[in-house]
């Protein structure tokens, strides 16, 4: 299983980018997959996530201004990040988590690092003011 991120890059500030997660090993329609962030001496922190039913959560520091989605003919998700602010600047990774079509849990899972088992590299955006 291996999930690779990209569409990283440097932008100005009230910019834009799309951030693109293309999965091998696991079908991402069966599965929870999830963006996060980190930036050096911190945690990773949660963004956004995506149930297999379609289910989306954000982040209250990216709501309104990002959107999660996901393709399946090309068995990737996407993170459309609009707005984007200097403290957006941070590594992104996407995480899947292990789980096969999973019924609806309380909604702390979707955001929780721990639910995610496999991660890939991660794609550096930087947000220049």
């Known amino acids: 299983v291996q999930q690779q991120a990209s569409g990283g890059g440097l932008v100005q500030a009230g910019g834009s980018l799309r951030l693109s997660c293309a999965a091998s090993?696991?079908?991402?329609?069966?599965?929870?997959m999830g963006w996060f962030r980190q930036t050096p001496g911190k945690e990773r922190e949660f963004v956004a996530s995506?149930?297999?039913?379609?289910?989306?959560y954000y982040a209250d520091s990216v709501k309104g201004r990002s959107t999660i989605s996901r393709d399946n003919a090309e068995n990737a998700i996407y993170l459309q990040m609009d707005s984007l602010k200097p403290e957006d600047t941070a590594v992104y990774f996407c995480?899947?988590?292990?789980?096969?079509?999973?019924?609806?849990?309380?909604?702390?899972?979707?955001?929780?690092?721990?639910?995610?088992?496999?991660w890939g590299p991660g794609t550096l955006v930087t947000v220049s003011s």
């Open positions: 090993g696991r079908t991402v329609s069966n599965h929870v």
């Open positions: 995506i149930r297999s039913g379609g289910g989306k």
């Open positions: 995480g899947l988590d292990e789980g096969f079509h999973l019924p609806f849990r309380d909604s702390s899972y979707y955001s929780d690092l721990l639910t995610y088992n496999y």
